[in-house]
Each structure stands twice: as structure tokens, then as C-alpha cells.
């Protein structure tokens, strides 16, 4: 079984650029995660979707991230402008019901 | 808001040694994760606890969750180098999961 890709795995970016990461989770998983995981952190939830929807965007910078998952498969997160403190791993996973299955996560670096 | 606080931050083991990795919770815990993270990786699913008392094994691991549901441990005997890496807990808020900021291993050849 495939597990949760994750892309490009590294992104180096100046501030105020833009920056986009992409996830496929695993085939038939319904609920989809964006975490931040600052060095020497915990991940911190961005967003879940199930489906197409959004459960729970409540840590999401609004104001300069986005994230969307059209047909309920695979999701983007997107941010812009970014700012030196966006630097850290993006890690997208997926569930089917309780257990997560973590991608490899995107470095992002913002200089 | 439920609070997760992991003890040590770090931890460094001389290989063969046993060594035990705790995880605290403010409130009571309706289920508890654990996971192994690598630098630069992805998180790998350990064990999930639910219950008061429960106690679950995987190989050299072993991870336990106190009667009151508001502590775990997770302990490893014997360490081999390929235990090196970070350990996050997680508490089950039912839709999500709220993880402790990790515990870095080192294992000494």
C-alpha cells in the first residue's frame, strides 16, 4: 500500500514570496492533515478535512495561508505572502478513521 | 485546552541500556499516541492507548497508561541505535491530535 507523498520535500523561498506544497494521501482515507512542525516542536494542526470539507481550521493563518482539497483527494496548502517564522516541516497525513499516517513532510525555509 | 508535556526534552543512552520516556496531560486522556519521528521525516505510528491501566508492547517497546488516564510511559529495554530519534506523544481529542513537543534519543555505540 502507498503511503501518504508528499511534495517537493524541500523548498528554500525569500520572504514575501509564495510558496506551495502538495499531498495524496493514502487511497480511500477520508480525513486529510496539514501540520506545522517548528524545530524542537510538537506538529501543530493547520487544518483537517474530511472529504472535501473543512473540520477544523482554527490554527490556520488566515491571512496569508490557504489550503483546499478539491474532490476530496489530494490537497494543496499554499502561503503568501511568506514570513521568516513560516520557517518548519509541513507534514501532511491521513485517516481513515483514528490512526494518522504521516507523509515526509516538506522543509520550508524562508530567508 | 488540553496540554501535553513530555520528560526529558532530551534523553542520551549508552546502546544495550533500558530507558523510560514520560508524557503528562492536563486533563483526562481519552486516548494516547505515541509516535517515532526521524530527523527530516515523516511521524511512524507506535501504539494508541485508550484505556486506564492499558499496557502495549512492539518488540523492545513498551508503552502504559496510568488508571487516572492523565500519564504515559513509554519504555524501551535493551536500546539499539535504530531507536535514535524523537518521540512525540499525542492526545486523542477525537477529531485531532494534540502532540507534546517530543523527546530527542540518543543511543551511545
Known amino acids: 500500500e502507498a503511503g501518504v507523498a508528499q511534495s517537493p520535500r524541500y523548498k528554500i523561498i525569500e520572504k514575501r514570496q509564495s510558496v506551495a506544497f502538495w499531498c495524496n494521501p493514502i487511497?480511500?482515507?477520508?480525513?486529510l492533515y496539514w501540520y506545522q512542525q517548528i524545530l524542537g516542536q510538537g506538529p501543530k494542526l493547520l487544518i483537517q478535512?474530511?472529504?472535501?470539507?473543512?473540520?477544523?481550521d482554527s490554527q490556520l493563518p488566515k491571512d496569508r495561508f490557504s489550503a483546499e482539497r478539491l474532490k476530496g483527494v489530494d490537497s494543496t496548502l499554499k502561503i503568501q505572502p511568506a514570513k521568516l517564522e513560516d520557517s518548519a516541516v509541513y507534514l501532511c497525513?491521513?485517516?481513515?478513521?483514528?490512526?494518522?499516517?504521516f507523509g515526509p513532510g516538506t522543509r520550508l525555509t524562508v530567508t | 485546552s488540553q496540554e501535553l508535556e513530555q520528560s526529558p526534552q532530551s534523553l542520551i543512552v549508552q546502546e544495550g541500556k533500558n530507558l523510560t520516556i514520560n508524557c503528562t496531560s492536563s486533563k483526562t486522556l481519552y486516548g494516547l499516541y505515541w509516535y517515532k519521528q526521524k530527523y527530516g521525516e515523516g511521524l511512524i505510528f507506535l501504539m494508541m492507548l485508550q484505556k486506564g491501566g492499558e499496557e502495549k508492547s512492539h518488540e523492545k517497546i513498551t508503552a502504559k497508561l496510568d488508571e487516572k488516564k492523565q500519564q504515559s510511559s513509554l519504555h524501551i529495554t535493551a536500546s539499539q541505535p535504530s531507536h535514535a530519534g524523537i518521540y512525540l506523544c499525542g492526545a486523542d481529542m477525537i477529531d485531532k491530535i494534540i502532540f507534546g513537543k517530543g523527546t530527542r534519543l540518543h543511543i551511545l555505540p
Open positions: 497525513a491521513s485517516s481513515p478513521a483514528y490512526e494518522q499516517y
Open positions: 487511497s480511500g482515507h477520508a480525513t
Open positions: 478535512f474530511q472529504n472535501n470539507g473543512v473540520v477544523d
